[in-house]
Every structure is written in structure tokens, then in C-alpha cells.
């Protein structure tokens, strides 16, 4: 799937609006800078609803959509306190709190906003259900030069951002209306179904200009794998792994790759010599992902899989963070982490990791589920001679291996490709059907070398 990104680091005063159906913006890191400003087709109304959809897994707090006038740097907002747990509605600078919303991290959830000026109520739809009515402010309009800005909270007209309430994750589908929906078209909207655009905001026509660091990517949704037709195979696969086998054919003083299918590499105790060394096809990728299964009990720090060169020991590295309870994976020893997984014990769990150096984004995609994506390193590829270590996690090139972060269990299925796999193939991964294998490393011709206690044995399932 080739994804459309879009980066601008300065923008022009005037936007020809554009269709971001099936689009989404992506916010990919902490700033007080990076925004997208919204254009409304009016600059007054005594009647609002804003909806959007929004995905991230910040704990902290944050504002999702900010509309300010000369006059109240909160005419509308949409906001999430983390301290109190509660998501909260500004309407001419009066606050309404909502509590008690399962506002959960790495999940798409759809909100919409109500507020009429002659009740002065304001309503919140959180995922399709509706809160109680609450009073906010009545008697005047909203008017006045709007300026509307998402990533970013406005403390005053059209600026005063705060680090610390910046939005970080992916938002799409923003419509804003100059009156009350209806319930039936609110709906509508929550299940994605026909319904009435945006009067002053229409994501199908959007004016905006983004600030910083905000990309346009498609929209991802989970796809059913079981329809092979709804894949599209990477254009280069059948090439690249018929060159892999030919490499790996005429390649002198080279082991020979064995197929481990069915097979299971087994980390029985805790030691820091222990490790299985894989050899990939190729020294230089500007793109890569790398997918796994692994199963452990393990409660402390632990690494997953160690990609080093010469010029930088993590240069791409998936690790357990115990303390902080989050899967953190580096590329280019640039640190993004994820929390609020629910990384159990004693399950077998599949793990798969995009990066890409055009637009340095990360994403995990956890047990079959997209995280948000986030940025990291961009710019250059990951060249030289690489050492792939699993069961270890490199201090070093090569080596530096720390006894309390070595890999205790089993692990499986290890595959890594030169270039972001799709959705789909991902998805056809976690489930164990037919996917394009790794061009770079293919659990079924895998080179590898063993040192110390590791043992490969068939991969265990739990019998009908």
C-alpha cells in the first residue's frame, strides 16, 4: 500500500481545500509548534457541533479541537484532563466536565460536541453514546476572526501553545456545524455511515495549513486477511525474494539457511553469553519491519530484538521497559515508547514494528492492533554491516550484553522486510495465514549462528 504523506515545515497564507476522505493528520511527537489551522466557512453562529475522531495513547493532558476568538481564547474546546480523569467541553470560556468515559489509549474514538446559545446546553457523544445535557453559556454568539487549530491548545488568540497539552496520535474526520445535530445524523457519523457533512467544517473539502511536523497518511483500518483479494502484494516481493534466493545460492562461506517453520527458538535461563546471531540479506534500508512471536514470564527489563552497526548500537531495537511499563522500540537510538499494552505473561504474543526514513515514523502494531504512529529518525538509512542479535540486547556492537536485560522463553516466527509492510500483510501475520515472508530475514531460509544455551524445538499449541 503506498501511503500519501504529505510534510510541510512552512506553509503559504491560502489553501485550496482538499478531500481527506479516508485521510488522517498525524501529530507524531512532543512540540509546542507543530498545528493544523482550520479555516470555517463563517466567522459567526449561535449554534455549534464539532466531531472528530482521534487515536493516541497520551496520559497526560491534551487538547483534541481548539477554536479561539479575540475575545475568549477557549470559544470551544475539546479537552482531556488527565489529572481528574474527564474530558471536557469549553464553550465561551464556561467549562463542562464529563466523567466516567472508557477513554482508552491505542483506540480510535469518535466525539461529538453539541452547544446552542438560545439554552446554553452543551452535550457530549463519546464512541456513539450521549452524556447528559449541561449548561454552559447562553444568550451570545460565538463570533469574531475564529482561529481553529488541532495538535495544539490556544491560551490566546491563535498561539501560547503548552508543551505539556499538545496532542500526540492521529485524528480524522473533523466536521464542525453551525447548529445541533440531529442524534440519528450523530449516529450516522459515529458508524461511519452517510450522513451530512460539515457546514463550516467539511473534512471532504477542508481548507487548512499545517505548522511542524504533521503528516497525511491513509487512514488505517484492521483488514479481514481472510480476503486474499482485499491484499495487494508488495510490487518488488516476488522480485526481491527471488534475488534473496539467488543470493543466498551464490553466496560463498555462507551457512546454510535452514527452514524453522513450525520451529521455535528456546531461551531456558538467565545468562549474558546466550544469544542467536541472524544474518541478513542485505547492509543498507532506508524502510524496514520486523515481526516476531515471542512468550515469556519475565518481570524486569528485556530485550526482543537488537539491530546494531557499527556507528550506533540501536540502531533499530525492540525492548520491554519493565519500570515504565511500556514497549519501547529505537531506531537510529531515537526512543519511542508505547504504553497501556497488555503485555501478559505466559502467552505467545506477535509483535510487528514499521519505520520508514522519508517521513522517520514508527508504529507498533500489537497482537493485531495499530498503535499511533510516532516519529523517530528520518532523513537516513540504516547502512552498514549489521549485527541482528536475539535474546541479547547490544550495549555495543556485537556484544555488551547486560545479564538483567537478556530474553527468557521462547520466540518464533522472525521476519524482516526492506520496506513497511502493508496492514494487510500484517494482519495476515498475527493470524498465522499465508503473508509475503522477510526479504531481509525469513523464518524459512533463515541463517543463523548459536552461541551458548539455545535450543530450537517445535513450536508449541495447545491441542483441540
Not at 47 to 52: D, E, F, Q, S
Not at 118 to 147: C, M, Y
Not at 182 to 189: A, V, W
Not at 289 to 317: I, Q
Request: net charge negative; proline share 3%.
Amino acid at each position: 500500500m503506498k501511503c500519501f504523506l504529505l510534510l510541510v515545515m512552512l506553509t503559504a497564507c491560502a489553501a485550496t481545500p482538499q478531500d481527506l476522505s479516508g485521510k488522517m493528520f498525524i501529530f507524531p511527537q512532543q512540540t509546542s509548534t507543530a498545528n493544523v489551522r482550520l479555516t470555517a466557512s463563517r466567522q459567526d453562529f449561535g449554534a455549534a457541533t464539532v466531531c472528530h475522531r482521534s487515536f493516541t495513547d497520551l496520559k497526560r493532558d491534551h487538547g483534541l479541537f481548539s477554536l479561539a476568538t479575540p475575545s475568549s481564547a477557549n470559544d470551544f474546546l475539546i479537552f482531556w484532563d488527565e489529572a481528574n480523569t474527564e474530558m471536557e467541553a469549553h464553550v465561551k470560556n464556561a467549562k463542562t466536565e464529563y466523567k466516567g468515559l472508557d477513554y482508552k489509549s491505542n483506540m480510535w474514538h469518535s466525539i461529538c460536541t453539541t452547544w446552542d446559545s438560545e439554552s446554553g446546553l452543551v452535550q457530549l457523544w463519546f464512541d456513539g453514546q450521549p452524556s447528559i445535557k449541561k449548561f454552559a453559556s447562553s444568550g451570545s454568539n460565538i463570533s469574531g476572526s475564529t482561529r481553529i487549530i488541532l495538535g495544539q491548545e490556544q491560551d490566546s488568540h491563535g498561539g501560547r501553545f503548552d508543551l505539556k497539552q499538545c496532542f500526540i496520535g492521529m485524528m480524522s474526520d473533523v466536521h464542525m456545524w453551525d447548529y445541533t445535530l440531529s442524534p440519528c445524523e450523530i449516529q450516522k457519523y459515529v458508524d461511519e455511515l452517510n450522513f451530512t457533512p460539515g457546514n463550516l467544517l467539511n473534512w471532504s473539502a477542508l481548507e487548512f495549513q499545517i505548522t511542524g511536523r504533521v503528516l497525511i497518511e491513509d487512514k488505517q483500518k484492521l483488514l479481514i486477511a481472510q480476503n486474499s483479494q482485499s491484499c495487494t502484494q508488495h510490487p518488488d516481493s516476488d522480485f526481491k525474494m527471488k534475488f534473496l534466493l539467488l543470493l543466498v545460492m551464490l553466496t560463498a562461506c555462507a551457512a546454510t539457511p535452514q527452514d524453522l517453520s513450525g520451529k521455535m527458538f528456546t531461551f531456558p535461563q538467565e545468562t549474558n553469553t546466550a544469544n542467536v546471531r541472524l544474518t541478513a540479506s542485505r547492509q543498507d534500508f532506508g524502510a524496514a519491519t520486523v515481526c516476531h512471536r515471542s512468550f515469556t514470564d519475565l518481570k524486569r527489563d528485556h530485550g526482543l530484538f537488537s539491530l546494531a552497526t557499527s556507528s550506533e548500537s540501536n540502531d533499530f531495537l525492540i525492548f520491554w521497559d519493565e519500570v515504565n511499563i511500556e514497549m519501547v522500540a529505537r531506531v537510529k537510538n531515537a526512543k519511542i515508547e508505547y504504553k497501556g499494552l497488555d503485555y501478559k505473561s505466559n502467552m505467545w504474543h506477535s509483535i510487528c514494528t514499521t519505520w520508514d526514513s522519508e517521513s522517520g515514523l514508527v508504529q507498533l502494531w500489537f497482537d493485531g492492533k495499530p498503535l499511533m504512529k510516532k516519529f523517530a529518525s528520518s532523513g537516513s538509512n540504516i547502512s552498514g554491516s549489521p549485527i541482528i542479535i536475539l535474546g541479547q540486547e547490544q550495549d555495543s556492537y556485537g556484544g555488551g550484553f547486560d545479564l538483567k536485560q537478556c530474553f527468557i522463553g521462547m520466540m518464533s516466527d522472525v521476519h524482516m522486510w526492506d520496506y513497511t509492510l502493508s496492514p494487510c500483510e500484517i494482519q495476515k501475520y498475527m493470524e498465522g495465514l499465508n503473508f509475503t515472508p522477510g526479504n531481509v530475514l525469513n523464518w524459512s531460509a533463515l541463517e543463523f549462528q548459536i552461541t551458548g544455551r539455545v535450543l530450537i524445538e517445535d513450536k508449541q499449541k495447545l491441542c483441540s
